[in-house]
């Protein structure tokens, strides 16, 4: 149920200022453990612009109810709509909308929701998609976790992140990358681990037979689906450090793009320690 009454938050005023200056990116992607309230937001700056009432958006007029029903033409909603994850066949009629004029605006609304779940496949053609923002669109991608968005398409988009909760940097880093409060205060301390996951890591870009080694001493201590989640991020973050860098950005683009890979077999219940193993070999070529 899509419900824009209580949209006041911190993003929702600054996607306003952008409107009132005519300032709206062509692509955004909105950083939210809370989906709903993501996806609610979304559709509040797609009633922004279509609104004919006078206190905008006011929720009642027809474009806004058509809207907010999912009935609008030139509002699209595409999600994995109980799939475990988001293919290339329910991104390929985006671009192909593209080439469509809007029906009742001025301007089209392409949502995404759970774009984590995207294929690598349906990535890359969302990258497309991205790339030619020649019709009047805007994009918006909505996800709980942006570690899992191609660093490509996040090169692209404008991200506004919802997350309003005082953390220190490290939980607040976590936060932004899938992990619940909950998931944090269960990992305790990480010092050893995160040695660990260094090793790994520089293990694998020397091509070191010991990744595999190392690979399955992680595995062991990876006892908890967060602890695997928390290894993960933590090879993710390695790797965009050091995108940063000329002498190694291709390496880590090549890196980013593999663990990438593993995590989205991990929600296909691969085992963790085959996961990470496929990793290490990966690198040991």
Not at 86 to 98: A, F, N, S, T
Not at 131 to 143: G, Q, S, W
Not at 198 to 213: G, T, V
Not at 233 to 247: F, G, H, T, V
Request: neutral net charge.
């Amino acid at each position: 149920m899509i419900d824009i009454s209580n949209i006041g938050h911190g993003p929702a005023n600054l996607l306003a200022k952008a409107y009132d200056k005519n300032k709206l990116a062509h692509s955004y992607l909105f950083v939210d453990n809370d989906e709903k309230r993501a996806l609610n937001t979304a559709y509040w700056l797609a009633c922004l612009f279509n609104c004919t009432g006078e206190n905008k958006p006011d929720g009642t007029c027809r474009n806004c109810q058509q809207i907010i029903s999912g009935n609008h033409p030139d509002v699209l909603l595409v999600e994995p709509e109980g799939k475990q994850t988001l293919g290339i066949d329910q991104i390929r009629p985006l671009k192909e909308e593209l080439a469509k004029s809007p029906v009742e605006s001025t301007i089209r609304f392409f949502l995404i929701n759970k774009a984590e779940k995207l294929t690598l496949s349906a990535a890359n053609g969302l990258l497309n998609l991205l790339e030619e923002p020649i019709a009047p669109v805007v994009t918006v991608l909505i996800t709980n976790n942006s570690d899992q968005i191609l660093p490509t398409i996040r090169s692209r988009v404008q991200t506004i992140n919802f997350d309003e909760k005082e953390a220190d940097s490290k939980s607040s880093l976590l936060l932004n990358s899938g992990l619940s409060t909950e998931e944090i205060k269960d990992l305790g301390d990480t010092q050893s681990l995160d040695q660990a996951i260094k090793y790994f890591y520089q293990e694998m870009l020397e091509r070191n037979s010991l990744a595999l080694i190392s690979a399955h001493h992680l595995a062991d201590q990876a006892k908890t689906i967060a602890i695997q989640k928390y290894i993960l991020i933590n090879l993710k973050l390695l790797a965009e450090k050091d995108l940063n860098q000329n002498n190694k950005r291709l390496v880590a683009a090549r890196m980013l793009k593999c663990l990438i890979e593993i995590d989205k077999m991990r929600y296909s219940n691969v085992n963790f320690r085959n996961l990470l193993d496929y990793v290490a070999l990966q690198w040991k070529r």
